[in-house]
């Protein structure tokens, strides 16, 4: 049991999802989500408060846009993509407290938290096979 209890406590340190990501942004704690995906994918859409460091650039970019000691929370697309794995290995090595947002941009949208494109803000429907729908 000590195992198990070590090891999801380790795990709840590492990672987050995006309704605990939406509930911290409303309640105002202090982090800053980091959209590790291409340009491409940034202008279909991102997390309502998100920036936009792809991973390949948070060597050269982090350090200058967010100051050292601030908690980061990185997600990519989905569950079927290790970019955000990538990311916040990439913040790790530079010496951030980061975590991984599991399920990516696609449970963001999915569970229908805002989303923002060049053209606004939109909120989807919630697929009922993510969240409970009111």
């Known amino acids: 049991m000590t195992d198990a209890i070590a090891h999801f406590r380790a795990k709840l340190e590492l990672e ?8 911290a942004q409303k309640a105002g704690e202090e982090f800053v989500l980091v959209d590790t995906r291409s340009s491409e994918a940034w202008a279909q859409g991102r997390a309502k408060g998100a920036v936009h460091i792809p991973t390949r650039e948070i060597a050269d970019r982090a350090a200058d846009e967010i100051p050292a000691g ?7 697309w ?6 955000g794995d990538k990311a916040a290995l990439a913040f790790a090595e530079r010496g951030y407290q980061v975590k991984l947002m599991l399920g990516g941009f696609e449970y963001w949208a999915r ?5 923002v494109t060049d053209d606004g803000e939109t909120r989807g ?3 009922p096979l993510t969240g409970v729908v009111r």
């Not at 987050?16 to 509930?23: A, E, I, Q, R």
């Not at 989905?78 to 970019?83: A, D, H, I, L, Q």
């Not at 569970?111 to 989303?115: H, I, L, R």
């Open 70 to 76: 601030t908690h980061v929370v990185v997600y990519c």
């Open 125 to 127: 429907p919630i697929d």
């Open 111 to 115: 569970e229908g938290y805002p989303v």
């Open 78 to 83: 989905s569950p079927g993509c290790n970019g």
């Open 16 to 23: 987050t999802d995006p309704s605990d990501v939406y509930t």
